[in-house]
């Protein structure tokens, strides 16, 4: 199976700043078929990005995602109060089947 | 607006077996695949298995193979997973998510259900 990296485990940062996680693959992604989902305590995950830089539906356009092959990033461009949370890259449409991150966790320095 | 309900929480003792259901509302339940991903306590997400109802198609994390399954109902627009030989680190919250397929398999979820906590313990 494709392993997922993500780091850091923890971002500690004041709002209004600009976030940058990491999500690394074991193996090359194919198509980029990568997305990203924002978890709130006690919330099912949202989805953010697929296809490693598409916006979902009424995703503010502060999010961003970029990268290709095992390398990838989302980015927050300025931190709202309700953007800390942990944040999950997922990896599909391998034959080996999807797989997660291990999540990196946003929280007000 | 597509929307995702589960059935409500579980508990079992361990060595018997826990069925969760899923049904989706406000789409056509063919063009969607469903997986299921769980939480365990402190942890983060798991991708368990998913199906492709049009193509009738399941696929399953090498994990879970041999003790989970996956089905859907069309007439009803439900999907189940059932899963076997439970223990106490099955201990979780059972998430359904939909979204469209890639590749004949499940890709990325648009639409979650609130989750369905099942507790083993003796």
């Known amino acids: 199976e494709i392993v997922l990296t993500q780091s850091p485990g923890t971002l500690s940062l004041s709002p209004g700043e600009r976030a940058t996680l990491s999500c690394r693959a074991s193996?090359?992604?194919?198509?980029?078929?990568l997305a990203w989902y924002q978890q709130k305590p006690g919330q099912a995950p949202r989805l953010l990005i697929y296809?490693?830089?598409s916006r979902a539906s009424d995703i503010p356009d502060r999010f961003s995602g970029s990268g290709s092959g095992t390398d990838f990033t989302l980015t927050i461009s300025r931190l709202e109060p309700e953007d800390f949370a942990v944040y999950y890259c997922?990896?599909?449409?391998?034959?080996?089947?999807?797989?997660f991150g291990g999540g990196t966790k946003v929280e007000i320095k | 607006q597509v929307q995702v309900v589960q059935s409500g929480t579980e508990m079992r003792k361990p060595g018997s077996s826990v069925k969760v259901s899923c049904k989706v509302s406000?789409?056509?339940?063919?063009?969607?695949?469903i997986s299921w991903v769980r939480e365990a306590p402190g942890q983060g997400l798991e991708w368990m298995g998913g199906?492709?109802?049009?193509?009738?198609?399941?696929n399953y994390a090498q994990k879970f193979q041999g003790r989970f399954t996956i089905t859907a109902d069309g007439s009803t627009s439900t999907a189940y997973m059932e899963l076997s030989s439970l223990k106490s680190e099955d201990t979780a919250l059972y998430y359904c998510?939909?979204?469209?397929?890639?590749?004949?398999?499940?890709?990325?979820?648009?639409?979650w259900g609130q989750g369905t906590l099942v507790t083993v313990s003796s």
């Open positions: 998510a939909s979204g469209p397929f890639v590749n004949g398999s499940p890709g990325a979820f648009d639409y």
């Open positions: 997922q990896q599909y449409g391998s034959s080996q089947g999807l797989t």
């Open positions: 406000g789409g056509t339940f063919s063009l969607y695949a």
């Open positions: 199906i492709t109802p049009i193509f009738g198609t399941t």
């Open positions: 193996q090359s992604v194919s198509s980029n078929y």
């Open positions: 296809g490693a830089s």
